[in-house]
């Protein structure tokens, strides 16, 4: 009775034995695939990033040369009314020809430090500009 509780015993490990060397197998093999996945998932989105920036800087550039185009028509406008009429109203166009032309990065800025200054009336139009859109996009 004793060998064949011994023998009982050795099958048993080595069905344990076996057991633990198909799971660590199994283990390896899922952390290469897993690390195959995160490889290719890290190249998609870069790649992902790559195409969103470059689209980014274009449009980007093109706003900035709409934004010159559209200051030089103003100035041009500005030009004409100064000839004809000499008034504030020409010096508005001026004015606003030389906001324009310091491009959407000033205009970001003079943004924020708006915002910073009115937090809560900010705050208001933005929650009133969603409401809007919102509205607007189910309609």
């Known amino acids: 009775m004793a060998s064949s509780t011994s023998g009982m ?7 344990a034995s076996d057991a633990k060397d198909k799971g660590n197998a199994a283990m390896d093999k899922a952390k290469e695939v897993g690390s195959q996945v995160m490889e290719k998932a890290s190249d ?17 550039e093109k706003a900035e040369n709409a934004m010159h185009a559209v200051s030089s028509g103003i ?3 500005g030009d004409t009314i100064r000839e004809h009429v000499p008034s504030r109203v ?9 906001y324009l032309e310091r491009g959407l990065g000033g205009m970001g800025e003079d943004l924020t430090g708006l ?9 208001l139009c ?7 859109l919102a509205r607007a996009s189910r309609s």
């Open 90 to 98: 020409s010096d508005t166009f001026d004015s606003t020809s030389r």
């Open 9 to 15: 015993k050795n099958t048993g490990e080595t069905y």
């Open 75 to 77: 100035r041009q406008v």
């Open 44 to 60: 998609m989105a870069s790649n992902v990033a790559q195409g969103a920036r470059k689209v980014t800087d274009n449009l980007s």
């Open 115 to 123: 915002v910073r200054r009115n937090p809560v009336p900010a705050l």
């Open 126 to 132: 933005a929650a009133a500009v969603g409401f809007l």
